[in-house]
């Protein structure tokens, strides 16, 4: 029987993803290698190096993904809600007696490792939330469920945010993106957007005028973005084209004679006008949400009261419930401070890592940047920068198409799933990777804020590493089980 | 229970991941790829490029005298960073600075807009070119002043005090030298004047590098790539100049409280023997941080003593250019070495007088030449112009004049190998049109023939036709350096240049110039040890006439010709003849004899009094 399992085993794992583990493993060293090396010191094996103790962590976690391989498929299943607490009374814990790391509560110092409970979190919630959303009569669409589920995921985050690890709790977002694909509404997931959008656009330019200097270019945007939306929702949900050609041309129109008028008349603030328009279209939903007894006109109404509340209370947001260097940071990102020497400067200085690797970049251990450390946190939350500097565009774009191979790959298996269990399972571990692939990258490149999360399988630190090991196989262990229960 | 609605749902996820990692994919290309800042960024960054002066070429007299050399000096540089417990009081005093100054330095070495590229990590420049002695007080206490450190660099000392003019200077380049040459970059050295500017590509060398890696705090990492990107700097050549520093200095002497020039070739070679450009000034003044207030007082000067009238003088030759005109005359046949013209005191035709002393006439052109006969030469320059048979109108017989003048070296610049030179004048048929609307003859010009007129020279230029004479014909271009270590000269002050004229005409003009010392206008200098050849000129301005004297010794063989100009000095053989009859002395016997050193004091002591005005 042994053998028996063994062998079906080793036929049912789906290969493919344990090559593109192993070759983004290969990937990640060489670029811990990179980051690290210092000048005069060669040896990359010596466990005193940073390259040295991250090839131990990489065997630990080829070692752990064997023996989560190797357990009972079912032990995941039931063990699930006893995992869940525990991590959840962990990270309680660790909010207590973890030690103040830059400001963070966030690692528990066992003797000579250091762990970031944080880290394991991930795959606990979403065991959890797989469980919970697989449970008989479970339906997204029913508020009281949804609530629930979300709660799961709300619960590690907000122990996380309380450990002073914004960047990491925000990670518990990206489960969106699996309730999404598991029947949420999609308009929650385009207020979340939209709610990102206006909150950019209208930061990044509330300090440019446009009209002769009299109107916020920012300002400007983000009503004439509530404008099109409100309207553009009415055409997908109410089917009233009348209405929506008929709003449309009125807010459009209206906004360009007042834009006329400010420009060659007399300039004035026309975003009082715009307010108004959305007002009326607002007031235009309520009445035809009454006369048609529909309840999308009033939704719509909402979002749209909703979305002018957001704006204008943005620059509340900003100076009362943000800290002052995610204050900084944002702007910074957003243009709005160049402070090159300050929060600038990881950006700039990363961005000008990445730009010199040129096309094939300098060579294995050659980065200049990376090195002598302009970069800051060079083979941790910046490691990209190494790839970038030393393996040159092919390299760079190599690894990205390497995750996203790595995360279609887990999307075609997630869809072959015959239970829901394993299908919200694997949609969680593959919406945590890109999430982290997304923000990771992005703030390297200047494209996203800078959020301090790890790039999977290529920061070093063994936490992170082993948290995304065990992520990724305890859903291969899954999917090597499909064909038993269909 | 498939819901097919979700499954499209599926599409829309892997949409988006895709467009996001292809986004990324253009922002790595538009990064890496399509930007080059990033790049220069990077090296800036990282590399920093430790420059390696070379040491500037040492400068050499004909003799082998050493003039020029280096001298090390020091620039005090300060990290601000390890700055701490400074006596400040102390400082100043050991460097004899006060504590205003040390103030207001440090705060313009803090300033970014002043000084772009501080770093509290690394050196920046606090005081430069201290001399030895001025930074030994300094030496012996730094090991008090944390975080300040002595940097060696060299300035220019001399080892004379004549010859500033052609010597030149160096100092540090300007923001014109540097988008003209990017070699240079701020804080360099460059010649600003004399052969230290000409010869600025030899004397300089190559500045060497090494490459070193430099991390985010400013600490030096060790060299790049293991010193392959190293450059060894390349030792600036050294120049040896045809100047004979005592001849150089006897010039000088001679021309104390005078304003003009001398200037001295041994004709057979064009090597420039001596350029003395009076008032002048001692070169050691334009050395190190005293430069800038001695170079402002010596612009401010109104005697001009940082002019080279050498080279940058234009005045008229007066008689001396006679002989260019016999020359000329000889070879077009307008006249033969017999045709005689009267004179009856000048040149009277038309209501024209040019007036002339009084000497024999008529007479031929040797006596002519030897008793400077205006008439004579107005004459030969009337019948040149005037000869329509053989020019059909006077442009074209103007044009065949201007022809001779350049080909001896007039009207354009010789190619001496000194910055600043001026061509001179000689007017041509064009100028004339324009100046007299195309209604003039050979009257109209007359006094050009003189050496007068719109005729102006260089005193280099009137040195060289002495030149040209004594050599009967060729010139080789002067020039002031003899040679450079491993290097040839220019071929240009190696090969020699014909003038239009035949030998044979320049024996007659010989015979005059020799006559004129034997029993003319020169016979100051007929002595004994030489057989001298000479040609006063008398130049009129405005003010006090010039005195000039072109000439060359010996007659058979000549080793030096020379040109002497005295401003408002009078007749030519008040200054002119005396002057340039000592310094071929000095030149031709290697020392004065004492009737002649005791006339060379009184030379020495005499004075011109000039008039306040500017010049």
Redesign the interface.
């Known amino acids: 029987m042994v053998v028996d399992r063994d062998s079906s085993l080793l036929k049912s794992i789906d290969w493919f993803t344990i090559l593109l583990y192993i070759l983004l493993l290969a990937g990640g060293w060489i670029s811990v290698c990179g980051a690290s090396y210092d000048?005069?010191a060669i040896d990359l094996l010596s466990f005193d190096s940073r390259s040295g103790k991250q090839l131990l962590w990489i065997a630990c976690s080829c070692g752990l993904g064997f023996v989560l391989l190797m357990l009972e498929e079912r032990l995941y299943e039931t063990l699930t809600n006893v995992v869940y607490v525990a991590m959840m009374v962990l990270l309680i814990v660790t909010i207590v007696i973890a030690p103040d790391t830059k400001g963070s509560h966030s690692w528990l110092i066992l003797g000579p490792v250091s762990l970031q409970p944080a880290e394991f979190a991930k795959f606990a919630t979403a065991l959890c939330v797989a469980r919970y959303m697989n449970s008989y009569g479970f339906n997204i669409q029913r508020w009281k469920n949804f609530a629930t589920a979300v709660g799961l995921v709300v619960l590690p985050m907000f122990l996380i945010i309380a450990q002073r690890e914004t960047g990491s709790a925000l990670v518990y977002t990206s489960f969106f993106?699996m309730f999404?694909?598991?029947?949420m509404p999609?308009s929650i997931l385009f207020s979340g957007i939209s709610a990102v959008l206006y909150f950019v656009i209208g930061l990044r330019y509330q300090n440019d005028f446009f009209l002769h200097d009299s109107t916020p270019i920012g300002r400007f945007c983000v009503l004439l973005m509530i404008l099109v939306f409100s309207v553009g929702m009415i055409k997908n949900y109410c089917n009233n084209s009348k209405l929506f050609w008929q709003l449309l041309g009125f807010g459009l129109g209206a906004t360009v004679l007042a834009v006329m008028f400010a420009q060659w008349s007399i300039p004035f603030d026309i975003t009082f006008i715009q307010l108004g328009i959305v007002v009326i279209v607002i007031g235009s939903l309520c009445y035809w949400g009454l006369r048609e007894r529909m309840q999308h006109y009033f939704f719509i109404a909402l979002f749209a009261f909703v979305s002018l509340g957001f704006h204008y209370s943005t620059d509340y947001v900003m100076s009362n419930v943000m800290e002052p260097h995610q204050r900084t940071r944002i702007n910074v990102l957003l243009g709005i401070e160049e402070d090159l020497a300050g929060a600038g400067y990881n950006v700039n200085?990363s961005?000008?890592?990445?730009?010199?690797?040129?096309?094939w970049g300098k060579g294995f251990l050659n980065g200049?940047?990376t090195k002598?450390?302009?970069v800051p946190e060079q083979d941790t939350d910046f490691i990209f920068c190494t790839v970038?500097e030393e393996e040159?565009?092919v390299g760079?774009?190599t690894v990205?198409?390497l995750?996203?191979t790595l995360?279609?790959r887990l999307?075609v298996l997630a869809?072959r799933q015959p239970t829901k269990f394993g299908r919200v399972y694997g949609y969680s571990v593959l919406s945590i990777f890109?999430f982290h692939?997304?923000i990771n990258?992005?703030m390297v490149?200047g494209?996203t804020p800078v959020i301090g999360i790890p790039l999977p399988f290529f920061s070093y630190g063994g936490s992170s590493l082993w948290g995304f090991t065990i992520l990724l196989f305890i859903f291969l262990r899954i999917d090597a089980e499909r064909g038993k229960l269909k | 229970m498939k819901?097919f609605n979700?499954e499209k749902?599926?599409y829309i996820?892997?949409g988006a991941?895709?467009s996001?990692?292809l986004?990324?994919?253009l922002?790595?290309?538009s990064?890496?790829?399509l930007?080059d800042?990033?790049?220069k960024?990077?090296?800036s960054?990282?590399?920093l490029n430790q420059i390696q002066y070379p040491s500037r070429g040492v400068i050499y007299d004909r003799n082998g005298n050493l003039l020029v050399y280096n001298q090390p000096s020091y620039d005090i540089m300060v990290i601000m960073r390890e700055v701490h417990d400074l006596d400040t009081l102390d400082f100043c005093n050991s460097l004899g600075i006060d504590k205003e100054f040390f103030i207001s330095r440090m705060k313009i070495i803090k300033n970014r807009n002043m000084n772009p590229g501080y770093s509290q990590y690394t050196q920046q420049l606090f005081m430069d070119q201290l001399s030895v002695e001025e930074s030994s007080v300094f030496q012996e206490k730094l090991h008090n002043y944390s975080g300040f450190y002595l940097q060696k660099r060299s300035i220019r000392q001399y080892a004379t005090h004549h010859a500033a003019h052609v010597l030149g200077d160096v100092a540090e380049v300007s923001k014109g030298d540097m988008e003209e040459d990017d070699y240079y970059k701020s804080g360099d050295y460059i010649g600003k004047l004399g052969v230290e500017r000409s010869y600025e590509k030899e004397l300089r060398g190559e500045k060497g590098v090494q490459v070193l890696?430099?991390?985010?705090?400013g600490l030096i990492?060790?060299h790049?790539m293991d010193g392959q990107y190293d450059k060894m700097p390349v030792p600036g050549k050294n120049l040896t100049l045809t100047l004979d520093m005592e001849l150089q200095a006897l010039g000088e002497r001679l021309m104390e409280g005078k304003i003009g020039s001398i200037v001295a070739i041994e004709p057979e070679t064009g090597e420039i023997l001596c350029m003395v450009s009076a008032p002048n000034y001692d070169p050691s003044l334009m050395v190190g941080r005293k430069r800038g207030k001695n170079h402002l007082l010596l612009s401010k000067d109104e005697w001009k003593p940082l002019l080279n009238r050498s080279i940058m003088g234009q005045y008229p030759p007066g008689s001396t250019f006679k002989t260019s005109q016999a020359l000329t005359f000889l070879q077009e046949g307008v006249i033969t070495p017999e045709t005689a013209y009267p004179c009856y005191h000048g040149f009277v035709f038309r209501g024209l007088r040019v007036g002339c002393h009084g000497h024999a006439s008529p007479l031929s052109l040797v006596p002519a030449i030897a008793t400077s006969c205006n008439g004579y030469f107005c004459w030969g320059l009337y019948n040149m112009l005037g000869a329509r048979q053989k020019y059909g109108n006077v442009q074209t017989a103007m044009t065949t004049w201007k022809d001779y003048m350049v080909s001896m070296g007039f009207g354009y610049k010789l190619g001496v190998d000194l910055p600043g030179e001026k061509r001179g004048m000689i007017p041509n048929a064009q100028f004339y049109d324009k100046a007299y609307k195309n209604d003039w003859s050979g009257l109209t010009v007359i006094s050009i023939s003189i050496g007068q007129g719109e005729v102006t020279l260089t005193p280099l230029q009137i040195a060289n036709l002495g030149a040209t004479i004594a050599n009967r014909g060729t010139f080789i271009t002067p020039h002031v350096v003899k040679s450079i270590e491993g290097q040839e000269l220019d071929s240009l002050y190696t090969t020699p240049r014909r003038t239009l004229v035949d030998r044979q005409y320049y024996d007659v003009v010989v015979r005059g110039m020799r006559s004129a010392v034997q029993g003319g206008t020169c016979k100051a200098a007929n002595v004994s040890w030489a057989e001298i050849c000479g040609k006063t000129g008398t130049a009129q301005n405005r003010g006090h006439d010039h005195s000039v004297f072109m000439g060359f010794a010996p007659m058979n063989n000549p080793k030096i010709a020379i040109a002497v100009y005295v401003e408002n000095g009078g007749f030519g053989a008040t200054y002119g003849v005396p002057i340039g009859t000592l310094m071929m002395e000095q030149y031709l016997n290697g020392k004065l004899s004492a009737a002649s050193e005791a006339q060379a004091n009184s030379f020495q002591q005499r004075r011109i009094s000039y008039g306040s005005g500017s010049r």
Do not use: P
């Open positions: 000048f005069g993106l999404y694909r598991e029947g999609g200085q961005k000008i890592a990445i730009g010199s690797g040129g096309i200049t940047q002598l450390k302009y970038g040159g565009f760079a774009s990205l198409f995750f996203l995360i279609l999307l869809e890109f692939v997304f990258v992005g490149l494209l | 819901d979700l749902r599926k996820l892997a991941m895709v996001i990692v986004l990324y994919v922002r790595l290309f990064l890496q790829i930007s800042d990033y790049k960024n990077a090296e960054n990282a590399f890696l430099r991390d985010a705090h990492k060790g790049y």
